[in-house]
């Protein structure tokens, strides 16, 4: 039986992937800080992912770790840094110790959020742009995942994660949605491919308004996208007072990252 390491288990990706990673021949092993309740084929681990002696003994055994864990948006660098970045290192370092073969990590499009939409659809492995800090930590977790594999032979994969939530929150996400079932096709493909190496792919379904990110790395490990934000556009646009501005003219759609790469998410002074 493979044992499958799912850090920060108790988000809102976490939760959407429990049910659709479950397999008869495969357990769960779920870690995070909030409580959790196992189901069938699960164990609840409640420790921190930024533990490296709790995340070493969490991965003993285990065929693969999926890092979910960290601040899941925008904070001050100090919680940015002691969460996301010393988290994706401690994943990986305690991958390497446990000698768990391979590592898939939730990055995420504020990886690459500066992107202009002039230059859509952003190719896989583009150039860093991050956003914001939050960005930050994904390129700087992209940059270990690289490290591992080159150096001590991990299989890495980096999933640019775009708007991942039950259903499409607002317009933008229209052409960014990553529907909680391709979420799980996605992962699978990542946990299943055959010797990957290091990718770096993005996450997104087959939206009717795509075409912000390349998908060419994501099917080439085997996924394949089914769902489309469209079924909830006419509920979404009516509820937008912009609707009648073309893409092009709101300012949340001139970047790949969108509110995030506005003046909103700027730093304060003190």
Not at 25 to 30: E, G, N, Q, S
Not at 106 to 111: G, I, M, R
Not at 245 to 261: K, M, N
């Amino acid at each position: 039986m493979s044992i499958i390491l799912i850090t920060g288990a108790a988000g809102i990706v976490g939760t959407m992937l429990r049910p659709r990673l479950a397999r008869a021949d495969r357990a769960l092993r779920l870690l995070d800080v909030a409580a959790m309740t196992a189901g069938p084929g699960e164990e609840v681990i409640q420790a921190s992912a930024t533990d490296l002696a709790a995340m070493t003994e969490a991965c003993r055994g285990a065929d693969a770790v999926i890092h979910l864990a960290g601040i899941s948006g925008e904070a001050s660098w100090a919680e940015i840094r002691d969460l996301n970045i010393e988290g994706g290192y401690v994943a990986f370092e305690a991958a390497r110790r446990a000698e768990v073969p391979r590592v898939i990590f939730a990055s995420s499009n504020h990886a690459v959020g500066y992107t202009p939409r002039g230059d859509f659809p952003v190719k896989d492995y583009a150039f860093p742009a991050p956003d914001t800090y939050y960005g930050v930590s994904k390129v700087a977790t992209e940059g270990l995942a690289a490290l591992y594999h080159h150096r001590y032979g991990l299989d890495t994969i980096c999933i640019r994660i775009l708007t991942c939530f039950p259903k499409p929150p607002d317009r933008r996400s229209l052409s960014t949605w990553l529907s909680p079932d391709d979420a799980g096709r996605l992962f699978e493909a990542c946990l299943t491919a055959p010797d990957p190496g290091f990718r770096v792919v993005f996450g997104v379904s087959a939206n009717t308004r795509g075409g912000f990110v390349s998908l060419d790395e994501a099917r080439a490990l085997g996924y394949e996208p089914k769902d489309d934000a469209e079924v909830y556009a006419a509920e979404i646009l009516a509820e937008d007072p912009d609707r009648d501005t073309p893409d092009e003219d709101v300012p949340e759609l001139r970047y790949l990252g969108g509110s995030f790469a506005l003046p909103g998410y700027d730093a304060p002074l003190s």
